[in-house]
C-alpha cells in the first residue's frame, strides 16, 4: 500500500480501533488457483500478542480453508473505516488562488499474519456465541438475540456448516487520508460539508486528524 508519510497510520490504539469498529475485513489469500478474497467479519483479540489475533468463520462449502497448508500460510486482511468524497467547494482557501482539486479521505488498515484452520466445534461454537453477544450488543437490541434462542439441533447443524480460522497478526499497517496535508481551516469546513451530507464518523475522524 502507498503510504505518503502524512498519511502514515502508526498509533497502535487507532490501528486496533479501526480492526474493532469495523470489523467485516476482505481476507486475501493465495491459493493455488491464484489471489482469491473473502469478505469476514472479524473478532480481534488484542490480549494476545504485540499486534492480537483475529478470528472468523468461513462456509465449511467454502474451499478458502482447504487450500491452507497444515502448517499454516500468510495472508492479508484489509479494514476500512470512515471514507468520503472532498468537493474543492468546501475549502475557504479556493477562492483565494484557485488550486485545488477533488480528492477521497478515507482510513484502511492492513493486518498482515499467519493463517491457520480451527476445524473444531468448541472454537466454532465459543467464536459464534462472542460474536453474536458483541453485535447484539452494538446493534442495541432491548433482548439481545443468543444461540440459546434457537434450538440445539437447529444451532448445532449451522455450526457443522462452518470452519474456524485464526490469524496471528505479525504486523499492521495504517493509512489515514484525512486531510492532515491541507490547511486546518479547510479541513474542519470540508469535515463539515461531509458531516452536512450524513457523514459523521469521516467527519469526526477529519476533525481528529490534527492529532495524527
Known amino acids: 500500500m502507498y503510504i505518503p508519510t502524512a498519511f502514515e497510520e502508526h498509533r497502535p490504539g487507532e490501528l486496533q480501533r479501526v480492526l474493532r469498529e469495523h470489523p467485516l475485513g476482505a481476507l486475501v489469500t493465495h491459493g493455488p488457483n491464484g489471489l482469491d478474497a473473502n469478505h469476514i467479519p472479524f473478532e480481534l483479540d488484542e490480549a494476545t500478542g504485540p499486534h492480537g489475533t483475529l478470528r472468523a ?12 497448508p497444515a502448517d499454516g500460510a500468510d495472508v492479508l486482511v484489509i479494514f476500512q473505516a470512515s471514507e468520503a468524497y472532498i468537493s474543492p467547494n468546501w475549502y475557504p482557501s479556493k477562492p483565494e488562488h484557485h488550486r485545488h482539486v477533488p480528492t477521497w479521505n478515507y482510513q484502511v488498515v492492513h493486518a498482515h499474519g499467519r493463517l491457520r484452520v480451527m476445524d473444531d466445534e468448541r472454537f466454532v461454537r465459543g467464536l459464534v456465541a462472542r460474536l453474536t453477544r458483541e453485535h447484539e450488543q452494538r446493534s442495541l437490541q432491548e433482548k439481545p438475540w443468543k444461540m440459546g434462542d434457537s434450538a440445539p439441533e437447529f444451532i448445532d447443524g449451522l455450526l457443522h456448516a462452518i470452519v474456524g480460522i485464526e490469524i496471528e497478526v505479525t504486523r499492521l499497517v495504517g493509512k489515514s487520508k484525512l486531510g492532515q496535508n491541507r490547511e486546518a481551516r479547510d479541513r474542519l469546513r470540508a469535515a463539515a460539508g461531509v458531516e452536512a451530507l450524513g457523514n459523521a464518523q469521516a467527519a469526526e475522524a477529519m476533525r481528529g486528524a490534527g492529532e495524527v
Open 57 to 68: 468463520h468461513v462456509a465449511r462449502a467454502n474451499p478458502v480453508w482447504r487450500e491452507v
